[in-house]
Nanobody
């Protein structure tokens, strides 16, 4: 099994930036495709970004394209989500997820490992 722990959330003003980290333990993380999802109160958990296990390909939800960047450092078993130009509608709990040998996976059911989440709040 792989255990995932997110960090880096917080309160930021609109237009600001945050960098989320997803740290893995328990297995070699470089073999896992990783995605970021978010869930706002009263809403479904939605796809944000994904990176293939090789790190050579990424995908983004239209709502974050051009503002968020997903990257990975396999040597440090960490996947990052750099979030720039944040908007109040980005407010949500953010979760990272992983799947062994995962490609660009954009739905919740594609992933079988999940972190506990980190809260991001963007004030207007």
């Amino acid at each position: 099994q792989v255990q995932l722990v997110e960090s880096g959330g917080g309160l930021v003003q609109a237009g600001g930036s945050l960098r989320l980290s997803c740290v893995a333990s328990g297995r070699t993380f470089s073999n896992y495709g990783v995605g970021w999802f978010r869930q706002a109160p009263g809403k479904e958990r939605e796809f944000v970004a994904a990176i293939i296990w090789t790190g050579r390909s990424t995908n983004y939800a239209d709502s974050v394209k051009g503002r968020f960047t997903i990257s990975r450092d396999n040597a440090e078993t960490t996947v990052y989500l750099q979030m720039n130009s944040l908007k109040p509608e980005d407010t949500a709990a953010y979760y990272c997820a992983a799947r062994l040998w995962g490609g660009i996976l954009t739905t919740r059911n594609d992933y079988n490992y999940w972190g506990q989440g980190t809260q991001v709040t963007v004030s207007s």
